[in-house]
């Protein structure tokens, strides 16, 4: 039943902005990963941690400027999977340790860190891509760029929005867990 229920969590998070039913798609989720880790499911477990890590827009190919609530929680239930069930993750731990380093890369822009700040001299660098809107210097993040042409400051200022709440004590205090 593991891929019914990874469609219908999947869908559910894509298509529905409402809190509740992103929340419970979510849990849904992290109780799958927790019963694939406690049998030793590895297919099955690596599409669930590969499913939040989509979600979470730190790997993915849209812009990060599109990130809502319910991409938010999902980074947050990504970090409460790797310390919970992390004995049991085996290859997992990539698609998660990818996401916590583009997390920390993002909440690094989202401060406004100029890019030559950022373990650099602000050479374009693979895999990410910088570019100035007014005057700031911003970096892309991974597959999918920060913003895409055309950036504008209302743009950017919902971006640190956005990454401000991944950066509250209780998500710093978990990823360094």
């Known amino acids: 039943v593991w891929t019914p229920l990874l469609a219908a969590f999947s869908i559910g998070l894509q298509d529905c902005d409402d809190n509740e039913v992103a929340y419970l798609c979510l849990e849904g989720i992290r109780c799958a990963i927790r019963i694939s880790c406690i049998f030793s499911m590895q297919l099955e477990r690596d599409a669930y941690v590969q499913a939040l890590a989509r979600f979470s827009l730190l790997t993915a190919s849209s812009s990060i400027t599109e990130m809502k609530q319910k991409n938010i929680d999902t980074i947050k239930t990504l970090i409460t999977v790797a310390h919970t069930d992390g004995n049991y993750l085996g290859n997992s731990w990539h698609e998660i340790l990818k996401c916590i380093s583009q997390l920390e ?41 920060l913003v895409g042409s055309g950036a504008d400051r209302k743009q950017i200022a919902s971006f640190q929005e956005s990454v401000g709440e991944t950066s509250s004590q209780s998500v710093v205090v978990a990823v360094d867990r």
């Open 105 to 145: 890369l993002a909440q690094l822009i989202g401060t406004g860190v100029k890019t030559r700040y950022i373990s650099g001299t602000g050479r374009d660098r693979e895999g990410i891509k910088s570019f100035t809107s007014g005057g700031e210097e911003f970096m892309g993040i991974g597959i999918g760029t």
